[in-house]
């Protein structure tokens, strides 16, 4: 084999060179090392631990901490020494008493059998014999029945740490004979607090926002954020700027992304496409775009919702200008909804395989979100409707004068329904019952005089006389009865019809008529007889006006909406 001439074949790399003695060093895991030292302290140390948690947040770190802990020439102690032979052995992985078994290579019956025959024998030089079993989910469910035993009634000396980064994986029977430690993410500002403390020592000059941007890309690991910025440091050799990280983490420019983000607010769909086929050409990874992006919206949504003293330390200052310009063109609510369209393509993506493909579409959907609105804007406007609908009363749809009606929007529900069937026999003995002689209309009663008195009854059930309103009494016969309403006011009819409030109408028609009778309804149209000729022949010909509707008016004030069909403002569908 040929050695590399200056080659130093003693360098380690940072993950092993800054690993933690002691419990004081673990980061990010208080609530873990805290307990274990109170059990040392307390001499309430347990036979069997189980660490679970993500790769390289210290598990097997910790249990080597505990190991050294309790074999100390010291101890056991709190704070081992790390100079005694006990101590030295762990760290240099050659103790007899703290056996290191990776559960992924040693994962079958005749391995447990054989730690169950070692298990009997005392330490060689220690007070414990430890056994360090890591990625213990790797075991056969084999090889977890031969350990049950042993691990419930170890001898009085041996203590079994167990990790694992899955630990649905483990049986419940193995669970419940350890303590549990979960192992949290670490804190991104922790990560790269340590990160500092590693380029001071090292002299590395590596700047703020690039050790900011390993310790985002970590993602809670700190093993992961070492090996990282020992790449980082072997790809550049001397100053590490930020386009340097983006390149050898496949990532793209904070100015493509800025680019995106003003397409998305634009509307260009064009310019996101192109954006999309030159990472496609660079070869770059489009989930890795895609989490950049959402990355971007996330931090425009602080931004936009924490103000100027929003706390960014991985984005540059002169890129948090540029965001700053961003979140003043569009509300809060657009920047969410693109976040949320993002996500989902994102998830999208994960099992697609056309990535891009999914990415390119998404995208032009995003450009296009100005033209409608998120589900939480839909239900906060509804909200403010049925605020000013409901509540006991049903407030006026649009302002005019005295002499109009508001019309109420009804909403029929599965209750109401139960309700009025319930009501039903008493409303109809209610219809049945004789009236008085003097309320009984006589014939000499006009047609005019009869919808008054129905409007008279209406008025006693509330939000009736709003709908009969705009309505008249087309025909009376001995049995039936029947009302109009104009072109313009069709759609009460409708509502009367559909909304479970026929009963209610028919019990007021009959009360005010004092005998039982039909209500229905005549066809939608002007009252021809009560207009002069002329009026009658332009209200036949003069086309109807959604603007004139006062409901379609403030359905469209409420939802800031337009009535298109091919650029004109006639029909609303």
């Known amino acids: 084999m040929v050695r590399a001439e200056g080659c130093d074949v003693s360098f380690q790399v940072t993950a092993r060179r800054w690993r933690p003695q002691t419990f004081d060093e673990v980061v990010g895991q208080e609530h873990v090392t805290s307990t274990l030292k109170s059990a040392i302290e307390n001499n309430r140390v347990a036979h069997a631990y189980l660490f679970a948690g993500t790769r390289g947040v210290g598990k097997t770190t910790t249990a080597r901490i505990l190991a050294k802990a309790l074999n100390c020439e010291q101890g056991p102690t709190i704070d081992p020494c790390g100079e005694c032979a006990p101590c030295v052995e762990v760290v240099e992985g050659g103790s007899m008493d703290v056996i290191e078994i990776d559960g992924a290579s040693n994962r079958g019956i005749e391995e447990i059998r054989s730690l169950r025959e070692n298990v009997k024998y005392a330490p060689s030089r220690g007070r414990y014999k430890v056994y360090i079993i890591d990625e213990v989910h790797m075991l056969t469910i084999h090889a977890f029945n031969a350990l049950l035993k042993t691990l419930e009634e170890p001898p009085p000396e041996v203590v079994f740490i167990l990790a694992t980064t899955e630990v649905a994986k483990v049986p419940a029977t193995i669970v419940s004979r350890c303590q549990r430690f979960d192992f949290r993410l670490i804190p991104q500002s922790q990560i790269s607090e340590h990160l500092r403390e590693i380029d001071g020592k090292d002299s590395l000059g590596v700047p703020p926002e690039v050790l900011e941007i390993i310790a985002r890309s970590a993602r809670g690991s700190m093993r992961d954020a070492q090996s990282l910025l020992d790449q980082l440091v072997s790809y550049c050799g001397g100053k590490i700027t930020a386009e340097e990280v983006m390149a050898v983490l496949g990532m793209v420019d904070y100015d493509v992304l800025s680019t995106c983000v003003d397409a998305l607010l634009t509307g260009d769909a064009a310019t996101l496409l192109g954006q999309v086929e030159e990472i496609r050409t660079n070869g770059r990874d489009p989930r890795?775009?895609?989490?950049?992006?959402?990355?971007?919206?996330?931090?425009?949504?602080?931004?936009?919702?924490?103000?100027?003293?929003?706390?960014?330390?991985?984005?540059?200052?002169?890129?948090?200008?540029?965001?700053?310009?961003?979140?003043?063109?569009?509300?809060?609510?657009?920047?969410?909804l693109l976040f949320s369209l993002l996500a989902k393509a994102e998830s999208e993506m994960i099992g697609s395989s056309y990535p891009d493909l999914v990415m390119e579409m998404a995208l032009v959907k995003m450009s296009r979100a100005e033209s409608f609105?998120?589900?939480?804007?839909?239900?906060?406007?509804?909200?403010?409707?049925?605020?000013?609908?409901?509540?006991?009363?049903?407030?006026p749809l649009y302002e005019g004068g005295d002499e109009q009606e508001s019309l109420p929007l009804v909403r029929e529900t599965e209750a109401s329904r139960d309700e009025e069937s319930e009501e039903g026999p008493q409303a109809e003995q209610m219809m049945d019952a004789p009236h008085p002689e003097e309320d009984r209309p006589g014939p000499e009663d006009s047609k005019k005089e009869?919808?008054?008195?129905?409007?008279?009854?209406?008025?006693?059930?509330?939000?009736?006389?709003?709908?009969?309103?705009?309505?008249?009494?087309?025909d009376v016969s001995e049995d039936a009865v029947e009302i109009a309403f104009p072109r313009e006011y069709s759609f009460t009819a409708q509502l009367l019809k559909s909304t479970g409030k026929l009963s209610d109408l028919q019990e007021v028609v009959c009360s005010a008529l004092g005998r039982r009778v039909r209500v229905g309804f005549a066809d939608a149209g002007p009252d021809m007889g009560n207009l002069e000729p002329d009026e009658a022949a332009k209200e036949t010909h003069e086309p109807w006006n959604p603007l004139a509707e006062p409901l379609v008016r403030h359905m469209l004030d409420m939802f800031e909406g337009r009535i298109v069909d091919g650029g004109k403002e006639q029909t609303p569908f």
């Not at 991985?314 to 657009?334: G, K, Y």
């Not at 609105?373 to 407030?395: Q, T, V």
């Open 373 to 395: 609105m998120s589900l939480g804007d839909i239900l906060s406007r509804l909200e403010e409707l049925e605020g000013k609908l409901g509540g006991g009363g049903y407030g």
């Open 288 to 336: 890795l775009f895609c989490g950049q992006l959402l990355r971007y919206l996330r931090d425009l949504v602080v931004l936009k919702a924490g103000g100027e003293a929003t706390s960014l330390p991985e984005v540059p200052p002169e890129r948090r200008e540029t965001m700053a310009a961003q979140i003043e063109r569009v509300p809060l609510s657009r920047f969410q």
């Open 450 to 474: 009869l919808w008054q008195r129905i409007l008279s009854e209406a008025k006693k059930m509330n939000h009736l006389a709003q709908y009969l309103a705009q309505g008249w009494l087309a």
